[in-house]
């Protein structure tokens, strides 16, 4: 996956701020602590994960085919979850959880270049990513457990809240 058009990364420590800024092609490319390689890692791990056997892929089959992503990671006080939405160019949303197994390396990498030494960790932060251009986007939330959380009374409002738009 080739993730070199823009990386747009929303700052836990300037709230509203959005900081965009090439994804380098090289790790001697590096600028203001954006490494490639934790970037380039997170986003393999995560759409590796969502086709991994689970009895999610179990009931509704693996969705290879997607066009954009948005997954939605959350670090509770003692739980971890990854789940958001898969977008396929037909239309179709298919709902993707990850193991976090499966990332959580690249999600503690991703978040150890993002995050000062000592700074509290967000409560959750959204992976956009458009699978054809390489583009994504990730936005840090620190103190809204809420703010992307997706019931039954929501969830169809919250898939099309999460999908991936970089116009």
């Not at 390396?105 to 959750?124: D, E, I, K, T, Y």
């Not at 959380?149 to 919250?158: G, W």
Request: glycine share 6%; hydrophobic share 40%.
């Amino acid at each position: 996956m080739d993730v070199r058009a823009m990386l747009r990364v929303t700052s836990p420590r300037s709230p509203g701020r959005t900081n965009v800024r090439p994804c380098p092609s090289r790790p001697g490319e590096l600028s203001n602590a954006v490494s490639d390689d934790v970037t380039a890692a997170l986003l393999r791990a995560l759409a590796r994960a969502i086709d991994e056997p689970s009895l999610a892929t179990q009931l509704r089959g693996q969705v290879g085919d997607w066009e954009s992503l948005a997954i939605v990671l959350e670090l509770g006080e003692g739980y971890r979850n990854a789940s958001g939405y898969a977008y396929a160019s037909d239309g179709s949303v298919s709902p993707v959880a990850c193991s976090w197994r499966a990332i959580g390396a690249a999600v503690n990498a991703f978040l150890a270049s993002h995050v000062a030494a000592g700074q509290p960790r967000p409560v959750a932060f959204l992976v956009q990513l458009e699978r054809s251009t390489g583009r994504c986007e990730v936005t840090f939330e620190e103190t809204d457990e809420e703010r992307w959380k997706t019931r039954p009374s929501n969830f169809q409002e919250m898939r099309q809240h999460l999908r991936p738009r970089f116009d």
